[in-house]
C-alpha cells in the first residue's frame, strides 16, 4: 500500500522554526519527484518547494517561502522533510507532501501521483 505521512507540525510563534517529515512506504522516494504544499480553508493548495529525482540541482521555491524554507530528502529513510525557518502568521495552514511525475524549477511539481494526509501548522503572532 502506498502512503505518504506527514509528521511535525505543530504551534509556534512568529520567527520560530519548524521541520515536517513525510515518511513514505509502498514506494520508493527516490523514484519520484517530490514536494511540500499548504492549503488553507476557503484557498487553493498552494504548491511550496520541490526536488527532482532526475536532477538534484533542479529545485522549486514558491516566492512567498524563498529563502525561509528549505526542502530535502533522506533515500535511506524513504521521507522528505521541508526546514520551515522565520515563520509568519500567514504561514499557517496545513501542509502536505506528494510526489509526482517530474519537478520543475519554474513551475513545480507537475504530475501528481500520491498525496499525504497533511499535518497541521500554527503560527502565532
Known amino acids: 500500500e502506498v502512503q505518504l505521512v506527514e509528521s511535525g507540525g505543530g504551534l509556534v510563534q512568529a520567527g520560530g522554526s519548524l521541520r515536517l517529515s513525510c515518511a513514505a512506504s509502498?514506494?520508493?522516494?527516490?523514484?519520484?519527484?517530490i514536494g511540500w504544499f499548504r492549503q488553507v480553508p476557503g484557498k487553493e493548495r498552494e504548491q511550496l518547494s520541490c526536488l527532482s529525482d532526475t536532477d538534484p540541482s533542479i529545485r522549486y521555491y514558491a516566492d512567498s517561502v524563498k529563502g525561509r524554507f528549505s526542502i530535502s530528502s533522506d533515500n535511506a529513510e524513504n521521507t522528505l522533510f521541508l526546514q520551515m525557518n522565520s515563520l509568519k502568521p500567514e504561514d499557517t495552514a496545513t501542509y502536505y507532501c506528494?510526489?509526482?511525475?517530474?519537478?520543475?524549477?519554474?513551475?513545480?511539481?507537475?504530475?501528481?501521483?500520491?498525496w499525504g494526509q497533511g499535518t497541521q501548522v500554527l503560527v502565532s503572532s
Open positions: 506528494g510526489a509526482a511525475l517530474g519537478c520543475s524549477a519554474m513551475l513545480g511539481l507537475y504530475g501528481m501521483d500520491y
Open positions: 509502498g514506494f520508493t522516494v527516490a523514484d519520484y519527484a
